[in-house]
């Protein structure tokens, strides 16, 4: 390997290989070559690398730099015979010292030390116009030598530690004292082989308990942790060997040149390019909320993780990942991913008072067992007093006695405490998030599942939600002619030349073609991308001559408020300014006040020709076309100075051109499915009234029945200023909302949540952030949603298709089902158990479940219960009942019917088997307690399937495509059998022939036959009553 020193070169690539001579060999096979271009990459990575370091050493010991080399020629030899030589820039700036700069806004040290911006992208081998190369290699040592685009998050909770947060628990620790207690005691009595039993079988019991809870809890931390990456992979726009592309922020390297628009957060680190009138919001990172002025000249600093409200522009990305000021405070911040959701809350409190009535219970069970224990009231198996004074009965009978009558009633305090309900609420949340995935739905924050079920209003934006967001012109109008294809050649050249200006510089869209005969690639929004489209290909326009024959001196952006872009523009050989203006039709055509005809002549257009103008683009409109208007006006420039406003009288009409945006497939059917469940669909649209109306009559939103009611269809400025009476009396007829603005629908949804609905609102724009934010749920677009509006809504709709925005309904309402399921299933259980072994204590002195088995009932009805129950998918029949709303109680008349009347048909059975079950089946006093075991269990399974629906009587529908449920029914139900025949001494049970299983199957499977007739008993008039009006 050789090394020489060569001067740089200003068209020097990061890698770059010279042209083998004439005579060299034949090059060898291309997956060789790739090889070998590995290898140098590597090997001139590792040389760059070694150099610099030398440098640094040298530095510190001041010693003398004869000479600073920019480049190094390696020659390699690959020994194959063959040479390569390579010309890799020694970057002269070190990337900390490049991050700091750009982190401290040195305009002194980026102009002093680097030689400004576009010295620094020399450095960083970047062409402002073409990007970097972007080829594997290229990329690989951007990443090598600057970092990735990567923070270092903190690192995620461990199965051990949720091991140690169920250990925690007041109540386990209680218990294993008790099994501790009682583990020394029986091998003290009874020695080591006989005397583990009790307390051994408590604590293995207590670990299944902990373990299956800790898993569950892992498993959920770990989907909610990708959860988390996909929300923060954010798509980002870069120019890479001259394309627009768009790649991962994650895939970021310095050196990129990324385009940048209103709503946009910048990924990185970096300097200003060019653009216009670009603002950026700050607020994440200094605290100021005002917006500042980024330029050349002044300030050309980014920082990453601000956002962009007010211009374009472009970026070169000095430094990514930890090396800016974003990934150093994002790496300290570790995302909560135990955000307690409104339901928990509930459910929580729910607990809480639940818990407080099962210590009571367990301390009057406590305090009767202790008395009739000591007043020598109980008996043992043999029918003798277990305790005849403490001088008879010796010390450590009387301790072991104390223990378990301790044990049992802790016991009790498990089993009333139904843990299991929050547990549920994640599992279903869980489940529902990643399933919405795969249906196009990212939730960002969970409360929004649970919510989204309670929703009654849907207010929702036209383009790209309720349509396809395929623009095309499909009109163009010139003054007051229509032309279509064979009128084209007739248009005068001087209307061409201002067509090509208005539509080639007032646009942020972007044009790239590979040579003069390739098709043209066009980048930016629809309605840009459509309108370029158009000009270069239906109407032939250049649309390049005016960049490079034109000044650009200001810029006003699009926004939602003024619906219209403008340009302020000079060309090079002239001293004339002129203003271009694009945007609604009707707004252009307020400000004109000349109009083009085809000829090229300027005519002034009076009150007759306005009208005609107005009905061309209202006979557009009722074709559900978007009418997009170019107008132009020349400035004069007085004493040289230059007025950054644009003109916005007197302009000259230039064209209308009328964009077809066609409705997605199945919005129609998703509308109606929406307005079957009871949810009203509103459309708040910038479009003007008649477009809206016939869109809104295209996808379901309007029928014929709303014809009667004149203000279903209202524009913006209107409902605005209706007084705060009249919007109230007047929202709920309103369909649809035209011309509106983004305080329009922050008004709108301000006014629905008065009037006590639960509101969903879509939106895509930056200013709509703040309608996201007051909504209930707010659903932002996840294709041409900016960042802003992302961070500012509850979920992500993937595909922005209302479709999904259906779908997510659906699981909305899903979730919140299932959740009821499980509260009655579990609800059932506490009841039962807290009755039986209250009443039971009292009267006899003995619990008939001890506290292994109560521990495994528990295991049934908390964690495999809420698998079972929690993982159900949403069918059809969700979607026909009305919305839940704010005020419905989480417990419903139905849950309590259906509750009653289980848990009252369960403690009816087992106080009769405990009191009268010997006699019943002359059967011993421990297969007794083993069948009331068995039959409590089996009434759980069986309930189970009682809890699938609450309402229909059908509880088999669709048991087929809920495997986990059918999974856990025969995972509960062998290892009941193996608790019943093969761990007796664990299990404190005696083995039940086949007739006793049959009884106790019997007894339990009757729990069907009463979940039937209970349905027949209404109990909820007013639920009928709402479903007769919504139907």
């Known amino acids: 390997m050789s090394l020489r020193s060569r001067r740089p070169d200003e068209n020097s690539t990061m890698l770059r290989q010279e042209e083998p001579p004439p005579s060299s060999p034949t090059p060898p096979p291309p997956s060789k070559r790739n090889i070998r271009r590995w290898r140098v990459a590597v090997t001139v990575i590792s040389i760059t690398r070694f150099l610099v370091g030398i440098t640094k050493k040298v530095v510190k010991k001041n010693a003398e730099i004869l000479r600073s080399l920019s480049y190094t020629a390696i020659d390699i030899n690959d020994g194959d015979g063959s040479h390569e030589r390579v010309d890799v820039p020694i970057l002269e700036v070190d990337p900390n010292g490049l991050a700091k700069m750009v982190k401290e806004k040195s305009l002194q040290s ?46 995620a909770k461990s199965f051990f530690s949720f091991v140690l947060e169920a250990f925690k628990d007041t109540i386990i620790i209680i218990l294993l004292v008790c099994a501790v207690l009682s583990l020394g005691f029986g091998i003290k009595q009874h020695g080591l082989k006989e005397g583990w039993y009790d307390g051994g079988s408590i604590i293995v019991a207590v670990f299944l308990v902990v373990v299956v809870s800790a898993v569950s809890n892992y498993r959920q931390s770990k989907q909610f942790e990708e959860l988390s990456h996909e929300s923060s992979d954010i798509r980002v726009q870069v120019v890479r060997d001259g394309r627009h592309q768009p790649v991962s922020i994650f895939e970021l390297v310095v050196g990129d040149i990324v385009s940048l628009k209103i709503g946009d957060q910048i990924p990185a680190d970096g300097l200003f390019v060019e653009g216009r009138s670009l603002k950026v919001d700050e607020s994440s990172m200094t605290g100021e909320s005002d917006h500042v002025d980024v330029n050349e000249k002044n300030n050309p600093f980014l920082l990453s993780g601000t956002k962009v409200t007010d211009g374009y522009g472009y970026m070169l990305v000095t430094s990514v990942g930890m090396n800016t000021a974003w990934g150093e405070m994002m790496s300290s911040i570790r995302r909560d991913l135990n955000e307690e959701t409104p339901l928990q809350a509930r459910l929580s409190k729910l607990t809480s008072y639940i818990g407080k009535i099962g210590l009571t219970v367990a301390a009057l069970v406590l305090l009767v067992l202790l008395i009739r224990y000591f007043t020598g009231h109980t008996k043992d198996e043999n029918g003798r007093r277990e305790f005849n004074g403490f001088g008879k009965t010796k010390s450590d009978d009387v301790m072991n006695s104390v223990v378990a009558i301790v044990a049992a009633a802790v016991t009790i305090v498990v089993v009333a405490i139904p843990e299991g309900l929050p547990l549920a609420v994640t599992l279903t949340l869980a489940y529902s998030m990643k399933r919405m995935m795969r249906d196009h739905a990212m939730v ?53 030349q201002l067509l090509s200006e208005g539509v080639g510089l007032n646009t942020t869209g972007t044009v790239y073609k590979v040579n003069s005969t390739s098709v043209p690639e066009i980048y930016g929004s629809p309605t840009e991308k459509a309108i370029l489209s158009w000009a270069l290909i239906d109407m032939g326009l250049d649309i390049d001559e005016p960049k ?92 040289e100075q230059i ?103 922050l008004l709108m949804v301000q006014s629905l949540k008065q009037k ?53 309904l659906r699981w909305g309402r899903c979730v919140y089902n299932n959740i009821q399921k499980f ?44 698998l079972a129950l929690a993982t159900e998918q949403p069918t059809n029949d969700l979607m026909e009942k009305p919305p839940v709303g704010r005020t419905e109680p989480l417990i419903t008349r139905v849950m309590w019917r259906n509750l009653i009347a289980q848990a009252l048909y369960q403690v009816a059975v087992l106080l009769i088997l405990q009191f009268e079950g010997r006699t019943i089946f002359g059967v011993s006093e421990k297969v007794k307690n083993t069948m009331i075991f068995n039959t409590f269990v089996l009434c759980q399974v069986f309930n189970e399937f009682n809890a699938r629906n609450l309402e229909k009587k059908n509880i088999f529908k669709g048991i087929h495509k809920n495997k986990l449920f059918l999974a856990i029914i025969a995972i509960t139900l062998i290892l009941q059998a193996v608790m019943v025949e093969f761990l007796k001494r664990f299990a404190n049970t005696e083995r039940l022939d086949w007739k006793q299983w049959a009884i106790c199957v019997g007894i339990a499977a009757v729990s069907w036959s009463i979940g039937w007739i209970v349905k027949c008993i209404p109990v909820d008039k007013q639920l009928q009553k709402q479903r007769a009006s919504a139907s």
Request: hydrophobic letters at 40%.
């Open 110 to 155: 980026l102009n002093d030390e680097f030689g400004g911006v576009k010295e620094v992208a020399k450095l960083l081998v970047t062409d402002f116009k073409n990007g970097i190369t972007g080829d594997d290699i290229d990329l690989a040592f951007r990443t090598k030598v600057f970092g990735a685009n990567k923070y270092q998050k903190q690192p």
């Open 444 to 496: 960002r924050k969970l409360s929004a599942c649970e919510t989204m079920g309670s929703a009654t209003v849907i207010c929702t934006d036209k383009t790209g939600t309720l349509t396809l967001n395929e623009m095309k012109v499909t009109e163009f109008w010139l003054g007051k002619e229509a032309i279509d294809d064979s009128s084209r050649s007739e248009i005068a050249a001087n209307v061409l």
């Open 548 to 639: 490079q024959s034109c000044e650009i001196i200001h810029v006003e952006s699009f926004n939602s408020e003024k619906k219209r872009s403008g340009v302020l523009m000079r060309r090079k050989s002239e001293k004339v300014l002129s203003t271009h203006w694009k945007g609604a039709a009707e707004m252009i055509l307020a400000m004109c006040s000349y109009y083009y005809d085809k000829n090229g002549v300027s005519k002034a257009m009076n009150d007759d020709e306005r009208i005609q103008i107005g009905k061309v683009i209202e006979s557009m409109a009722d074709k559900s076309l978007r009418c997009i208007a170019f107008a132009h006006t020349n400035v004069k420039q007085e004493n």
């Open 823 to 866: 509260i009655q299933f579990q609800l059932t259980v506490n009841v039962a158990a807290l009755v039986i072994n209250f009443i039971a204590a009292v009267s006899s002195g003995k619990v008939p479940l001890t506290a292994v088995q109560l521990l495994w009932v528990n295991l049934i009805m908390d964690t495999l219960g809420a």
């Open 643 to 745: 007025h950054e406003k644009l003109e916005e009288t007197g302009l000259t009409w230039l064209g209308l051109a009328g964009l077809k945006d066609p409705c997605r497939p199945g919005v129609k059917e998703a509308v109606q499915s929406c307005k079957k469940a009871g949810v009203s669909i509103k459309m708040i649209t910038g479009d003007n009234m008649h477009t809206a109306r016939a869109i809104a009559y295209e996808c379901g939103i309007l029928d014929s029945h709303d014809d009667l009611h004149s203000e279903a269809v209202v524009e913006g400025v209107q409902f605005r200023n209706y007084t705060p009476e009249e919007r109230m009396e007047k929202i709920k007829i309103i369909r649809v909302m035209a011309r509106s603005s983004p305080f329009d629908k």
């Open 756 to 808: 006590g609905e639960v509101v969903a609102v879509t939106g895509d724009g930056t200013n709509d952030a703040p309608a996201l934010k007051e909504a209930d749920i707010g659903l932002s677009m996840g294709i041409q949603g900016t960042e802003v509006a992302k961070e500012s809504s509850d979920i992500v709709i993937l595909d922005d298709n209302f479709t999904s925005v259906a779908t997510v």
